[in-house]
């Protein structure tokens, strides 16, 4: 601990010392007005493409801008205009005079053409990357899914988007499969901390989280694709999610949302965000959402409710400080819901609302959040930001686990399950970003510290089937009969619990360079150190590991032509083998899991920007991989227990496209192949056989065709081939679905919302679980969906 504390020392003053000579640089200095009234426009954001200084104007609309010599692209925006993309010739000398009248955005039920509108579902850049370059100049696949394109989809949680980026598919709970590879752990606003519940590392029962990710709060979501552990250390290699959360406007808006629709669906949302006082300088917001929905599963039910505060106080141009908390009570009733069993190749052997779960089983989830984040332009155009986040989770859970078919296959046998997990995380992360030239070459260089500590408990206790000379009775498979029995029978007594324990500490120092050689060649190198260093206990053993790794990446970029560039990359990753299974009782210690990935790829824009194509292929090896022991360590009791069982090979391609191909029809549409292989482990039936939920196949798409008379029509359709659960022995077959809704606007502030999922009503299976006992989820069937949206500003 104390090698640790010194290290995170060293790391925090090499990232505050991180400072070099800038050479003066011009400005673009102007004014921003109103295209109709001419009155200024205070709260614009003005940018550099490619640069990564921004600034706000102030209340007289007046802005200033470093800025390097020759012809620049300068973005300027503010909310409830229109965004202005202008070319701007910067004299090394005098700089650049820029005068703008910012013309109003035009709501689409305002009128047949919509200025600013053209490109809702293309964005040009990511925070996640930790750049200011636009995506075009970034040698990596990164998929953004904007805020406009979340609000026409309608939807409520992750998995609902999901079809929506290339490469990335459902799996069972909050985990998703990102190039082939199982993910459990996601960032918020470019920071660890996911408040439903996670344990960084863990392959097993312990750590992931059975409750979903909603999106009320937030504004959009970016994927980076393969590793990232240069910019945020132990991560699986198919790639991160980040979600940003909503901030406040500097309007005032409020937002009102009432919903109903099958499976008794009550949904309630209300929002008002604006200035707190004459000078825009402090911006608030605050937002209720709250939802109750009955599952289709048999006995299932929801209840999400979910408030939020902001504060965001930016005393100059140079300066932001943005204060968010959050509180989140989810409730799931008759849950942990698992899958439906299946036979070997996928098909239901129940009905597909059967569960195993009683009325009175549960999954209750409760979280508080907060984050800090400071954004600071130092000196010339040095940029500084720092984030604090911290969160406190508590998730109990009451089920009944289905543990084997007896009975001549009409009986589930069942195992009761207490347990309780609770998270006490933070984590700080600092990003210096220096823009700088050496000769001819332009450098965006970014320098950065991170440090994530988690305090993780999990306890547990367990009643046995029947069959196991338990007291917990099965199930019938065909017409089940529920509430026949209780936990109180089940003599759970406290001398029947076991607690695990972990304090987990991450430190990491990071450099990226992405420099700009001639106008059509860029260079990315990038590298990073981690140390951890975990502690614990399992039960009455105590647990301790640390640890480093080391990882990089090099990328190139070449813009034959505008508006066009290829890339290559090669890039390294680790995950951290959990501090719950380094003890000999779970077969440990472990090293690290590693990976590497090759990766070429074309990215290019149409029609003016207003359609965006991306393309890449990819190959990557996972070494050292660790998956959950079948028998429990060498006692036959650990249920930490993994084995390292060897190499994993996925490779494949993935197409994006995204934008305005006609003045009326904005799409989002996707297609990946995938070939995943696993080349070493020690059951060698496994060998040559794809990774958990990994599809060959998989396509969507959304499109919306805005309609003359104030309406638009969307449509989403996905498509996903075979997939397969190979250390359980079933299949998931390969399913389509297609859902459709009408949206209609009356009188510019009302918006109405009819939303029809799985319009076929196909029965398929959404992902496969570990083991055929635990069987295959169901996807949703046919869902209607009603939502009255009431808007003012």
């Given at each position: 601990m104390i090698?640790?504390?010194?290290?995170?020392l060293?790391?925090?003053?090499?990232?505050?010392?991180?400072v070099?000579?800038q050479p003066?640089?011009?400005?673009?200095?102007g004014t921003i007005v109103?295209?109709a009234?001419?009155?200024?426009?205070?709260?614009a954001?003005?940018?550099?493409v490619?640069?990564?200084?921004?600034?706000?104007?102030?209340?007289d609309g007046?802005?200033?801008?470093a800025a390097?010599?020759?012809?620049?692209?300068v973005?300027?925006t503010?909310?409830?205009?229109?965004?202005?993309?202008?070319?701007?010739?910067?004299?090394a000398?005098?700089?650049?005079?820029l005068?703008?009248q910012?013309p109003?955005q035009?709501s689409?039920?305002e009128?047949?053409?919509?200025?600013?509108?053209?490109?809702d579902?293309?964005d040009?850049s990511a925070?996640?990357?930790r750049?200011?370059a636009?995506?075009?100049?970034?040698?990596q696949?990164i998929v953004?899914l904007?805020?406009r394109?979340?609000e026409?989809i309608?939807a409520?949680?992750?998995?609902?988007l999901?079809?929506?980026?290339?490469?990335?598919?459902?799996?069972?709970y909050?985990?998703t499969?990102?190039?082939?590879?199982?993910q459990?752990?996601?960032?918020?606003n470019?920071s660890?901390?996911?408040?439903?519940?996670?344990?960084?590392?863990?392959v097993n029962n312990?750590?992931?989280s059975?409750?979903?990710?909603?999106l009320s709060?937030?504004?959009?979501i970016?994927?980076l694709k393969?590793p990232s552990s240069?910019?945020?250390?132990a991560?699986e290699?198919g790639?991160?999610?980040?979600y940003?959360?909503?901030?406040?406007?500097?309007?005032?808006?409020?937002?009102v949302m009432?919903?109903?629709?099958?499976f008794?669906q009550?949904?309630t949302?209300?929002?008002?965000?604006?200035?707190l006082?004459?000078s825009?300088?402090?911006?608030?917001r605050?937002?209720?959402f709250?939802?109750?929905?009955?599952s289709?599963?048999?006995?299932?039910?929801?209840?999400n409710?979910?408030?939020?505060?902001?504060?965001?106080?930016?005393?100059s141009?140079?300066?932001?400080l943005a204060?968010?908390?959050?509180?989140?009570?989810?409730?799931?009733?008759a849950?942990?819901?698992?899958?439906?069993?299946?036979?070997?190749a996928g098909?239901?052997?129940?009905?597909?609302?059967?569960t195993?779960?009683?009325?009175?089983?549960y999954?209750?989830?409760?979280?508080?959040?907060?984050?800090?984040?400071l954004?600071?332009?130092?000196?010339?155009?040095?940029?500084?930001?720092?984030t604090?986040?911290?969160l406190?989770?508590?998730?109990?859970e009451?089920?009944?686990?289905?543990?084997?078919i007896?009975?001549?296959?009409?009986?589930?046998?069942r195992?009761?399950?207490d347990?309780?997990?609770t998270?006490?995380?933070w984590?700080?992360?600092?990003?210096?970003n220096?823009?700088?030239?050496t000769?001819?070459?332009?450098h965006?260089?970014?320098v950065?510290?991170?440090?994530?500590?988690?305090d993780f408990?999990?306890?547990?206790?367990?009643?046995?089937?029947?069959?196991?000379?338990?007291?917990?009775?099965?199930?019938?498979?065909v017409?089940?009969?529920?509430?026949?029995?209780?936990?109180t029978?089940?003599?759970?007594t406290p001398?029947?619990y076991f607690t695990?324990?972990?304090?987990?500490?991450?430190?990491?120092?990071?450099?990226?360079d992405?420099?700009y050689?001639?106008?059509?060649i860029n260079?990315?190198l990038?590298?990073?150190?981690?140390?951890y260093?975990?502690?614990?206990?399992s039960?009455?053993?105590?647990?301790?590991?640390?640890?480093e790794?080391?990882?990089?990446?090099a990328?190139?970029v070449?813009?034959?032509?505008?508006?066009?560039?290829?890339?290559?990359?090669?890039?390294n990753?680790?995950?951290r083998?959990?501090?719950l299974?380094q003890t000999?009782?779970?077969?440990?210690p472990?090293?690290?899991?590693t990976?590497?990935?090759f990766?070429?790829?074309?990215?290019?824009e149409?029609l003016?920007?207003?359609?965006?194509?991306?393309?890449?292929?990819?190959?990557?090896t996972?070494?050292?991989?660790?998956?959950?022991?079948?028998?429990?360590?060498?006692?036959?009791?650990?249920?930490?227990a993994?084995l390292?069982v060897?190499?994993i090979?996925?490779?494949?391609?993935?197409?994006?496209?995204?934008?305005?191909?006609l003045?009326r029809?904005?799409?989002?549409?996707?297609?990946?192949y995938?070939?995943?292989e696993i080349?070493?482990?020690l059951?060698a039936?496994l060998?040559g056989?794809?990774?958990?939920?990994?599809?060959?196949h998989a396509?969507?798409?959304?499109?919306?065709?805005?309609?003359?008379?104030?309406?638009?029509l969307?449509?989403?359709?996905?498509?996903?081939?075979d997939?397969q659960?190979?250390?359980?022995?079933?299949?998931?077959?390969?399913y389509?679905?297609v859902?459709m809704?009408?949206?209609?606007?009356?009188?510019?502030?009302v918006?109405l919302?009819?939303?029809?999922?799985?319009?076929?009503?196909?029965?398929?299976?959404?992902?496969?679980?570990f083991?055929?006992?635990?069987?295959?989820?169901?996807?949703q069937?046919?869902?209607?969906?009603?939502?009255?949206?009431?808007?003012?500003r």
């Amino acid at each position: 601990m104390i090698r640790t504390c010194q290290w995170l020392l060293l790391s925090a003053v090499f990232t505050a010392s991180t400072v070099f000579a800038q050479p003066s640089l011009p400005f673009v200095r102007g004014t921003i007005v109103d295209a109709a009234s001419s009155t200024p426009v205070a709260g614009a954001t003005v940018s550099v493409v490619g640069e990564r200084p921004l600034v706000v104007t102030g209340a007289d609309g007046r802005f200033e801008i470093a800025a390097p010599a020759g012809t620049q692209v300068v973005l300027i925006t503010r909310d409830g205009y229109a965004p202005l993309t202008l070319d701007v010739a910067v004299d090394a000398a005098r700089g650049a005079t820029l005068d703008v009248q910012m013309p109003r955005q035009v709501s689409v039920t305002e009128g047949l053409t919509v200025v600013g509108r053209v490109n809702d579902y293309v964005d040009t850049s990511a925070g996640a990357a930790r750049t200011s370059a636009a995506l075009i100049d970034v040698p990596q696949a990164i998929v953004v899914l904007p805020a406009r394109l979340i609000e026409d989809i309608g939807a409520l949680d992750t998995k609902d988007l999901y079809k929506f980026m290339s490469g990335v598919s459902d799996s069972p709970y909050s985990s998703t499969v990102v190039r082939g590879f199982t993910q459990r752990e996601v960032l918020v606003n470019g920071s660890r901390g996911n408040p439903y519940g996670s344990f960084e590392g863990d392959v097993n029962n312990s750590g992931f989280s059975t409750s979903q990710f909603r999106l009320s709060n937030l504004e959009r979501i970016e994927v980076l694709k393969g590793p990232s552990s240069v910019l945020y250390g132990a991560a699986e290699p198919g790639g991160v999610i980040n979600y940003v959360t909503k901030k406040p406007k500097d309007r005032l808006a409020t937002r009102v949302m009432v919903g109903t629709g099958q499976f008794s669906q009550a949904l309630t949302e209300a929002e008002i965000t604006g200035p707190l006082n004459r000078s825009r300088t402090l911006l608030g917001r605050a937002a209720v959402f709250f939802e109750d929905r009955d599952s289709f599963r048999t006995n299932g039910n929801t209840r999400n409710a979910h408030a939020v505060g902001n504060l965001l106080w930016r005393p100059s141009t140079k300066t932001s400080l943005a204060v968010e908390y959050e509180y989140i009570d989810q409730r799931n009733a008759a849950h942990r819901l698992r899958g439906v069993p299946v036979n070997a190749a996928g098909t239901f052997l129940a009905d597909y609302r059967w569960t195993a779960t009683e009325p009175d089983d549960y999954t209750d989830l409760q979280a508080h959040v907060a984050q800090v984040r400071l954004d600071q332009q130092i000196a010339g155009r040095l940029r500084l930001d720092s984030t604090f986040r911290w969160l406190s989770s508590t998730r109990d859970e009451n089920y009944h686990e289905p543990r084997g078919i007896t009975g001549g296959g009409t009986l589930m046998q069942r195992e009761f399950r207490d347990q309780v997990r609770t998270n006490d995380d933070w984590s700080w992360n600092a990003n210096l970003n220096v823009p700088f030239r050496t000769g001819s070459v332009r450098h965006d260089l970014s320098v950065g510290t991170e440090v994530v500590t988690q305090d993780f408990l999990f306890r547990f206790a367990t009643a046995r089937q029947q069959s196991a000379g338990g007291p917990v009775p099965p199930l019938a498979l065909v017409s089940p009969v529920y509430g026949q029995t209780s936990p109180t029978r089940y003599g759970l007594t406290p001398d029947r619990y076991f607690t695990d324990i972990a304090t987990t500490l991450r430190a990491g120092l990071y450099v990226q360079d992405l420099m700009y050689l001639t106008p059509k060649i860029n260079l990315m190198l990038g590298g990073r150190v981690d140390r951890y260093d975990d502690e614990g206990q399992s039960g009455t053993t105590p647990l301790g590991f640390e640890g480093e790794a080391a990882t990089g990446r090099a990328g190139l970029v070449f813009k034959p032509v505008t508006g066009l560039s290829l890339y290559g990359s090669v890039a390294n990753g680790f995950v951290r083998a959990p501090i719950l299974s380094q003890t000999p009782g779970a077969n440990g210690p472990h090293d690290p899991e590693t990976a590497d990935q090759f990766e070429v790829g074309a990215k290019s824009e149409w029609l003016e920007g207003r359609l965006q194509l991306t393309a890449s292929a990819f190959s990557i090896t996972k070494r050292n991989v660790l998956r959950p022991d079948p028998q429990f360590g060498p006692t036959g009791a650990n249920g930490n227990a993994v084995l390292a069982v060897g190499k994993i090979r996925n490779r494949g391609f993935e197409i994006d496209a995204a934008g305005a191909i006609l003045p009326r029809l904005n799409i989002a549409a996707n297609y990946a192949y995938l070939r995943s292989e696993i080349l070493d482990d020690l059951n060698a039936a496994l060998v040559g056989k794809p990774m958990p939920n990994a599809a060959p196949h998989a396509v969507g798409l959304f499109a919306r065709f805005d309609l003359p008379w104030q309406a638009a029509l969307g449509v989403a359709a996905e498509v996903v081939g075979d997939r397969q659960e190979p250390f359980a022995g079933i299949a998931a077959p390969g399913y389509h679905t297609v859902d459709m809704q009408y949206t209609q606007t009356f009188a510019s502030r009302v918006r109405l919302l009819i939303r029809c999922e799985n319009l076929m009503d196909a029965r398929y299976a959404a992902s496969a679980l570990f083991a055929a006992r635990a069987g295959n989820f169901p996807g949703q069937p046919r869902t209607v969906s009603v939502a009255l949206t009431f808007t003012s500003r």
